[in-house]
């Protein structure tokens, strides 16, 4: 089997060049936000306060009057910063438990491995609760989850 170039084994992952382009963008906005932005996110116009979108307001405006458009793309900012904080604190928590477990065999390991499937699991349930609060209520969320259950279960 030969190797093949960085550029074909990246051009066949749809969802890596997507994500890619997706961060690219914030970047962009997260940059040139005080250039993109028409408006200010912290003025208050009451005179055009639930202004429908249009070609001034593209996202129309809120109860105070402010540009929802504006107030996103500043936004941008303080999302990045919430993503990489609880991508850099998963990490390090993570990281070290995972090599713990995997160096330290026997049954505190395989405890611990039920503990991380288990609560990566209670996830889903909880996501299935609030995507479907009354279906939810009706059948139970175990159907929503049954592929994740067995994917996560299977041995291989």
Same mark, same amino acid.
């Given at each position: 089997?030969?190797? %093949? ?7 066949g992952k749809a969802t890596l060049i997507i994500g890619l382009v997706l961060l690219a963008i914030q970047f962009v906005a997260i940059i040139f936000a005080p250039w993109i932005a028409p408006y200010s996110p912290e003025t208050a116009d ?9 070609? #001034?307001? &593209? &996202? =129309?405006?809120?109860? $105070? =009057?402010?540009? #929802? +458009?504006?107030?996103?793309? &500043?936004?941008?900012? /303080?999302? %990045? ?7 850099? /604190?998963? &990490?390090?928590? !993570?990281?070290?438990? !995972?090599?713990? /477990? !995997? ?5 505190? $390991?395989?405890?611990?491995?039920? +503990? ?5 699991? +209670?996830? @889903?349930? @909880? ?12 059948? =139970?969320?175990?159907? %929503? @989850?049954?592929?994740? +259950?067995?994917?996560? $279960?299977?041995? =291989?």
């Amino acid at each position: 089997m030969r190797p %093949l170039s960085a550029q074909r084994s990246v051009a066949g992952k749809a969802t890596l060049i997507i994500g890619l382009v997706l961060l690219a963008i914030q970047f962009v906005a997260i940059i040139f936000a005080p250039w993109i932005a028409p408006y200010s996110p912290e003025t208050a116009d009451p005179i055009n306060a639930l202004q429908e979108p249009s070609l #001034i307001h &593209f &996202f =129309g405006t809120d109860v $105070s =009057g402010m540009d #929802i +458009f504006s107030r996103v793309i &500043f936004a941008t900012r /303080i999302n %990045l910063l919430i993503s990489v904080t609880a991508v850099a /604190i998963a &990490f390090v928590i !993570g990281v070290p438990l !995972g090599l713990a /477990i !995997g160096y330290y065999k026997g049954w505190g $390991s395989s405890l611990a491995m039920r +503990f991380l499937t288990l609560s990566s699991h +209670f996830l @889903c349930l @909880c996501w299935a609760w609030c995507w479907c609060p009354s279906w939810a209520r009706k059948y =139970g969320t175990l159907p %929503l @989850c049954w592929p994740y +259950f067995s994917h996560r $279960s299977s041995p =291989g």
